[in-house]
């Protein structure tokens, strides 16, 4: 309505890392005083589709999910539109702006989430548990300002050795704007990208013929239905262990966007 303020901004999917896997779009990093400041309730919408953006996710993936939407040949800059008003609670998380901040809300997200993905490749709850509130603060600052020399130490500690498998691969799989995640067991490390898609998307992704090497070839059941990964559309055969342990986010978590075509 009139009385709404709003802004129109502008950001690119090659934006650094904006406040976490659960993070909304920022350019400006935030210090520790910010913390104990007063942020009004906010949300973001993508002026193409005119659709919410989860705060919850990071940039890039919603850059994966919602610039496809696009349908201009030229998509960037990307045109992103700040409402102060008229909270969408029906497709957004609750952001708690009275007990603990809005800042303090995503930044427990993020936390909450990593925690999680230690859990699942770990297969116990002992790294999570042992990480102390300074290790999860220097990780979540290093995050905010783009402090990959900061951040790589700490992650190469809590990660699973390159040599060894994880029990469980953390992955999630966003199949479009304002929906649930899909998030499932995965214990195969041996699972391609095809195969994993076909397991928890069978709608979307088919079985084909075998290949020479009697290898069964994934394919997706339309050919408008994309499949994106940090911004690229890898090949089905390559196999999601790869995936995760080089495209994975800072909160371990490797995001597949599944865009399906109108």
Not at 16 to 41: I, Q, R
Not at 113 to 127: E, I
Not at 162 to 190: A, Y
Not at 214 to 241: E, F, H, N
Request: net charge negative; aromatic share 8%.
């Amino acid at each position: 309505g009139d009385d709404e303020k709003e802004k129109v901004g502008k950001i690119t999917a090659s934006s650094a890392l904006s406040p976490p896997n659960e993070s909304g779009s920022t350019s400006t990093p935030f210090t520790n005083s910010d913390k104990a400041a007063s942020y009004p309730l906010c949300w973001f919408e993508d002026e193409a589709t005119q659709l919410p953006l989860q705060w919850q996710l990071f940039v890039g993936v919603l850059w994966d999910t919602y610039g496809c939407q696009s349908t201009t040949e030229n998509r960037l800059p990307w045109k992103i539109r700040l409402h102060f008003s008229n909270y969408p609670s029906s497709q957004l998380l609750e952001l708690d702006t009275v007990t603990t901040g809005l800042l303090a809300t995503v930044e427990r997200t993020f936390k909450n989430s990593l925690k999680q993905a230690l859990v699942l490749q770990h297969g116990q709850n002992k790294v999570a548990l042992n990480m102390t509130k300074q290790t999860h603060q220097r990780i979540w600052d290093s995050i905010v300002t783009s402090k990959y020399a900061v951040y790589k130490p700490i992650q190469e500690d809590i990660q699973v050795n390159i040599n060894s498998q994880p029990v469980l691969i953390p992955i999630r799989l966003v199949v479009g704007p304002s929906k649930p995640l899909i998030q499932k067991r995965c214990d195969d490390v041996s699972l391609s990208l095809g195969q994993l898609l076909h397991l928890w998307l069978p709608q979307d992704f088919e079985k084909g013929e075998e290949s020479s090497d009697d290898v069964t070839i994934t394919r997706p059941t339309s050919k408008s239905t994309q499949w994106i990964v940090a911004g690229v559309s890898p090949p089905l055969s390559t196999p999601v262990i790869d995936l995760w342990q080089s495209l994975c986010h800072p909160d371990n978590f490797l995001y597949v966007a599944i865009v399906r075509g109108s």
